[in-house]
């Protein structure tokens, strides 16, 4: 019993072994190495005194790389058949143990040509399943290879083509099982850097921005951010001639890159001081229906992706044509027209439907220095629109006092916005005020504006989709709720139907109800509900990627100055931002100082692709602690 040898199968491999104890239903078998293991008697396959267990696992595995697996399937059975009866038939006499051994080796790996149906015993594949088979072998090994051969240029420095078309998607949305991705993560695991560094020192973006974008694209825009042809062209603007006549001709306030220009604003003198001030919206929803191609645009879209240097309108260049409010036109707009007495109390309000002559397009990024507090207080001071803004920045400095008595303290005035103009690869970044007169004007109308349209959908209990804030918490809901941040009693999202599929919805809603019609969204429409969702998640990415980029180019802005040393602001505990640009970053050796302290900042270095930044706290500012710009309580878009 001590020269008997047995070969058995464990955990999926053939082993070999010599038998110390059998017991008939298990064995008690040590290996070459000494390694004792029971085996279980249906496990063992083949029963030998010579040679010994190593020399046949040995012997074995070299003879069975030499069989020919498709002669074998060839000269096999077509039925179910034991390995040992194959082996005899394949050598033509009585098969040794290394020759059987060896067959069945080459039967057991070998599983495209031979199905394993019991203890030592295949059946070879049908022929058409073979081929099948043996195709799919082969794409597989040529993947493989392509795989291989991407990895190693992509190490070397080197593009492959198929790479390249897919340079944005292997970064945002990779299918994971394609070569691309695979040679991708080998070269990465292979170079130890990230796939960003990688696909960047091949050639695969011009640059970090180019990285930063196209992979923004391939997860928002896998289709590519250009409109289908003739997108848009089927609005029939000449129906939209036929509105009445507005009886006032209005002004918009935007910077000079605006192009989709949502909102105009009136003044009419009424009786005894009294004043009516239109609020005039851009009406796409005249020239588009829940369901049409323009409409599916929109939604898929949801919002205009706003970045420094560029943008992503969320309609065609067409309707966006038709209804921007531009200068020197007559255009389609839904008008709300609120009455205010000399104290600023509403008196009556009114929506209309209406062609609207637009009279000028102020822009507020050259009218700044010119239209101040000063100069709005001066009667004599030449100003364009002059009458009008200065009615409107008396009313603006009513309703905005009543909405801080409402919220139980002021809003806060004194945060920075900053524009971001980029010529080529240099940019500036201008600072601007928050608390601007014409940026306090149009952000008061509006606020009125969505305050009023979601008051009116609410008594005519037409849902809408509304902003509510409560504790510093922001949502959408489809019922009216306060907003506690700018104090008023329901605020919904309708002045930029251009740029927010939102404020388009909320549009329809408003034109069905001023017409007397049956509302495109009823009370507990589960699609709408949808919009709410699909909005919610896009508008916060974009969001996102906006922040990201006016990253890179606060970064790129760093590079442009001879010094690298900043003043800085202290936002809360060790967050600080850079006093010029809306770059923040942590400081660790910050000592602790007030919200809104300056300090004085050296920055070591710059990461482009990561977007992060190094730097060390060199001293406290000469300047006394400036009110906060950045810390407190959220402040709601109101554009």
Avoid at 63 to 84: G, M, N, R
Avoid at 251 to 270: A, H, K, Y
Avoid at 434 to 450: F, K, Q, S, T, Y
Avoid at 494 to 500: D, E, G, N, V, Y
Wanted: aromatic residues 8%; proline residues 7%; negative net charge.
């Amino acid at each position: 019993m001590a020269s008997d040898h047995v070969l058995f199968e464990e955990e999926g491999s053939f082993k070999a072994g010599t038998v110390l104890q059998d017991a008939q239903t298990s064995l008690q078998v040590e290996a070459a190495s000494g390694k004792r293991t029971k085996v279980k008697a249906a496990n063992v396959l083949l029963r030998f005194s010579a040679p010994g267990p190593g020399e046949l696992i040995e012997q074995a595995q070299r003879q069975a790389e030499e069989i020919d697996v498709d002669f074998l399937w060839e000269c096999a059975p077509q039925e179910e058949f034991d390995y040992t009866a194959l082996a005899d038939a394949y050598y033509g006499h009585a098969a040794t143990p290394v020759e059987a051994a060896s067959l069945l080796m080459r039967l057991h790996g070998a599983p495209v040509y031979f199905y394993r149906k019991g203890k030592g015993r295949y059946k070879p594949a049908p022929p058409e399943t073979l081929r099948a088979a043996l195709a799919a072998v082969e794409r597989k090994r040529q993947q493989e290879q392509r795989v291989d051969d991407y990895s190693r240029a992509l190490r070397s420095g080197e593009l492959p083509e198929a790479i390249a078309r897919e340079a944005g998607r292997l970064l945002a949305r990779p299918d994971k099982n394609s070569v691309e991705y695979r040679a991708l993560e080998r070269a990465c695991a292979e170079a130890r850097c990230s796939r960003e560094q990688l696909l960047l020192q091949a050639g695969a973006f011009a640059d970090e921005h180019e990285l930063h974008l196209q992979r923004f694209l391939a997860e928002h825009f896998p289709a590519g951010a250009e409109f289908p042809p003739q997108a848009g062209s089927d609005v029939d603007a000449a129906s939209l001639q036929a509105l009445p006549a507005a009886p006032v001709a209005a002004f918009s306030i935007d910077d000079s890159s605006t192009t989709e220009i949502d909102d105009c604003l009136s003044v009419q003198p009424l009786a005894d001081g009294a004043v009516r001030v239109g609020v005039h919206i851009a009406a796409p929803a005249l020239g588009s229906a829940p369901g049409d191609a323009l409409d599916r645009i929109a939604r898929e879209r949801m919002s205009t992706v706003y970045m420094p240097a560029g943008k992503i309108t969320m309609l065609p260049p067409q309707p966006i044509d038709t209804f921007s409010l531009a200068a020197g036109r007559q255009l389609p707009a839904l008008s709300l027209y609120v009455d205010f007495d000399p104290a600023g109390r509403i008196l009556q309000r009114q929506s209309r439907i209406e062609r609207l002559t637009v009279d000028a397009n102020l822009r507020h990024d050259a009218l700044d220095s010119v239209v101040t507090e000063q100069s709005l207080a001066d009667p004599q001071a030449p100003l364009p629109q002059a009458d009008a803004l200065r009615a409107l920045w008396r009313l603006t400095l009513t309703l905005s006092a009543e909405r801080d008595r409402v919220r139980g303290k002021p809003e806060p005035r004194h945060r920075l916005d900053f524009n971001f103009h980029v010529d080529g690869d240099t940019v500036r970044i201008v600072p601007r005020r928050r608390d601007a007169p014409l940026d306090r004007i149009v952000a008061e109308m509006m606020i009125l504006a969505n305050s009023e349209w979601g008051r009116l959908l609410a008594e005519h209990d037409v849902p809408g989709i509304y902003r509510s804030q409560a504790n510093g918490r922001v949502r959408m809901t489809t019922h009216p709720l306060a907003h506690q941040g700018l104090g008023v009693a329901q605020y919904c999202w309708a002045t930029s139907p251009l740029r927010r599929y939102v404020d388009l919805v909320n549009q329809r809603q408003l034109l069905a109800v001023v017409r007397g019609e049956p509302p495109a969204f009823s009370r507990h429409d589960a699609d709408l509900f949808a919009v709410i969702s699909q909005f919610d998640a896009k508008y916060t990415a974009y969001v996102e990627f906006q922040q990201r980029m006016e990253r890179y180019w606060c970064l790129r802005w760093i590079g442009q100055h001879d010094t690298r040393r900043f003043d800085a602001v202290v936002v809360r505990d060790d967050l600080v931002r850079l006093a010029r640009a809306p770059l923040y970053f942590r400081l660790a050796d910050v000592p602790l100082l007030a919200p809104g302290r300056r300090i004085v900042v050296d920055v070591l270095e710059c990461d482009l692709l990561e977007l992060s930044v190094q730097a060390r706290f060199v001293d406290v500012g000469a300047a006394e602690p400036v009110p906060d710009e950045d810390a407190g309580e959220p402040v709601e878009a109101v554009l």
